[in-house]
């Protein structure tokens, strides 16, 4: 049965069917997000190894034997924060270079790059004998990162029918979500591995990056990236190929329409600082400020050394850093339900006030009852991880997959990759920030980081309440006249851009 998906406004009405096959393509595309998951949780677990520590950081694993170890600094050593914040960095650079790829070759070949460098890094990190070649592997897993973020939830939000474009885009959060998972199960069986289970843990990425590198061959381009690329009949066969009905004439024309205004366009980056781009330019590149700075990847990076310092022991923090995967990959499943209901909105607005009411009282149980040294009473220990659970399910709902699917949906064509391109180089450079910084804030600011990122938090939500337009709906081409005209804020530039053309028209 067809679906349309727009019925209000002045849109087009768009019919399409939920098809097997975008179903297939949504998740081998979202095998990208399932990488990038898995190395987020697998650095926190395998920088807990011993094994892993006596090889590459001695220093840092003769700290951590000290009977009287400082629970907020054992883990602080810049070189360690390095091995997980170099990936980042690497990513952050990658994704202009994945931007031009993006545009010129499309969206499926980027991600078979993105796979290719996976696969590559991960032979050099699992197979290191120095750690000069544990870092250049990360830095080539960064360029897969980078390759895989741009090119995915692009994927994704250009082949979704509009009325379910928010949940399909989640698919690529939930195998984050999935990759974390996977990965403190790894973490929490390879950890009685001696010595080489921190290489196993490191290898098991290739699993995931081979499922995309082969599964890459089976899905089609997307209809916009082959019309863009003046590919017009292979465009509207895959137009109709995924849409799975014959009446996509309207469709095809109003992608038609897009990349013809987006081919007067020769310079996309500076176009993104003209009035009209500013709207989804600013909100893009805060949202992942805002994603980083919820404290999220300062938990899941370092789960196991969070649970560690709160006194559960080594394979205990492991343990219930694989109940905190659990819910996250849950909690997405809620995101993915509610996000086409409720809207966007709703769900940053809620985890707004959901996330900091948890994050204050972990950082008050800290600050009253953790000292340097020592560790947690059972049950206020219990509160904690309690609490760092429930702070996961907020996440993992609304700041997490909508960080990623606002700007994948929000710009123009003439100026989405590049401007995607700079909403991912962001991510990563805010997720470098809190990887390199984290353990020393940790060691610095003690119980007083939760405090730290809970001040975020109040910032996020009243930017969230008073500046983000609700998108659930409007296709995506649509945006302009839909979304940032009508709005009390945005408005002014799409006023500006219009009478900056009015003006070069009479000259």
Not at 179 to 194: E, P, S
Not at 354 to 369: P, Y
Request: aromatic share 12%; charged share 15%.
């Amino acid at each position: 049965m067809a679906v349309v998906v727009s019925s209000s406004g002045n849109a087009p009405a768009f019919k399409a069917k939920m098809t097997v096959y975008v179903f297939v393509c949504v998740v081998i595309a979202a095998f990208g997000g399932l990488i990038f998951g898995y190395d987020i949780g697998i650095s926190g677990g395998v920088t807990a190894m011993d094994d892993f520590l006596k090889k590459f950081f001695p220093s840092v694993w003769e700290r951590k034997q000290h009977v009287h170890e400082n629970n907020y600094c054992k883990y602080d050593n810049q070189f360690l924060q390095l091995f997980t914040s170099s990936l980042y960095l690497a990513a952050l650079v990658a994704s202009f270079l994945a931007s031009a790829v993006c545009s010129k070759l499309g969206r499926k070949p980027t991600m078979q790059f993105a796979s290719i460098f996976f696969l590559i890094g991960v032979g050099l990190t699992a197979g290191a004998v120095n750690i000069v070649m544990l870092i250049i592997g990360r830095i080539l897993l960064g360029f897969g990162v980078g390759f895989g973020n741009q090119a995915v939830p692009l994927f994704l939000s250009e082949i979704a029918p509009a009325q379910l474009r928010g949940g399909l885009n989640i698919v690529f959060q939930l195998m984050v979500t999935i990759g974390i998972f996977i990965a403190n199960l790894v973490n929490y069986f390879t950890a009685t591995v001696h010595p080489n289970g921190w290489r196993i843990a490191l290898g098991g990425a290739a699993i995931p990056a081979v499922i995309l590198l082969f599964g890459s061959l089976i899905i089609c381009e997307t209809p916009t990236s082959l019309i863009e690329r003046n590919k017009n009949e292979e465009g509207k066969e895959a137009l109709r190929k995924i849409r799975g009905v014959e009446d996509i004439n309207e469709e095809y024309e109003s992608i038609v329409n897009a990349c013809e205004i987006a081919s007067q366009v020769k310079d996309p980056y500076r176009k993104l600082l003209k009035p009209a781009s500013r709207p989804p330019f600013i909100i893009g590149m805060l949202l992942q400020l805002f994603q980083q700075f919820t404290g999220i990847n300062a938990i899941m990076f370092y789960a196991p050394v969070l649970f560690q310092t709160v006194g559960f022991g080594s394979d205990a923090a492991l343990l219930s850093a694989v109940i905190t995967g659990v819910i996250n990959v849950l909690s997405t499943f809620v995101g993915i339900y509610l996000v086409d209901r409720t809207g966007r909105r709703f769900l940053l607005l809620q985890s707004s006030v959901h996330m900091l009411i948890c994050q204050l009282i972990i950082g008050i149980i800290l600050a009253k009852d953790l000292g340097t040294t020592g560790t947690l009473g059972k049950p206020q220990a219990l509160v904690v991880v309690i609490f760092v659970c429930v702070y996961v399910m907020g996440f993992a709902w609304s700041w997490g997959p909508l960080g990623w699917l606002i700007p994948s949906e929000t710009f123009p064509l003439e100026t989405r990759t590049a401007g995607f391109a700079v909403a991912v180089s962001c991510n990563m450079f805010f997720t470098f920030v809190i990887a390199q910084a984290f353990l020393s804030m940790l060691c610095g600011m003690r119980s007083g980081i939760f405090f730290f990122f809970s001040a975020w938090i109040i910032v996020m939500g009243l930017f969230a309440m008073f500046f983000i337009p609700e998108t659930k709906g409007v296709p995506i081409d649509e945006m302009r006249e839909r979304v940032w005209k009508p709005h009390w804020f945005w408005k002014r530039y799409m006023l500006a851009e219009d009478d900056h053309q009015d003006v070069e028209k009479r000259t």
